[in-house]
């Protein structure tokens, strides 16, 4: 399975943006999903995460109230809605994907990753 992610862009601080996390080559459908971020130079964190069967979602203690992962199976395709940003938010943000059924914060949990997408929050 190959995963795309896209969505990101310029914005102001407080504006919002949609994620997008697109599946081709494969179903996405029975796996668990998340986001993590990365700027330069430092390690890829945690985002937020959501197992196949949308049960309660996962988050960093940094984007909780603001940011939502959602999925629609039928389109083979996970959303981060991305609200209230702050220029910390800044990174690039890459979506993965885990056969298990989890919302671990451990990167090593998750078996593929798609190439990022830039997220630049001015103040």
């Known amino acids: 399975v190959q995963l795309q992610a896209s969505g990101g862009g310029l914005v102001q601080a407080g504006d919002s943006l949609r994620l997008s996390c697109t599946a081709s080559?494969?179903?996405?459908?029975?796996?668990?999903v998340a986001w993590f971020r990365q700027t330069p130079g430092k390690e890829r964190n945690f985002v937020a995460a959501?197992?196949?069967?949308?049960?309660?979602?996962a988050y960093a203690d940094s984007v909780k109230g603001r940011f939502s992962i959602s999925r629609d199976n039928a389109k083979n395709t996970a959303y981060l809605q991305m609200n209230n940003l702050k220029p910390e938010d800044t990174a690039v943000y890459y979506c993965a994907t885990s056969p298990s059924s989890t919302t671990t914060p451990n990167t090593y949990a998750w078996k593929s990753w798609g190439q990022g997408t830039l997220v630049t929050v001015s103040s």
């Open positions: 080559g494969g179903t996405i459908n029975r796996a668990s």
């Open positions: 959501i197992k196949w069967n949308n049960s309660p979602a």
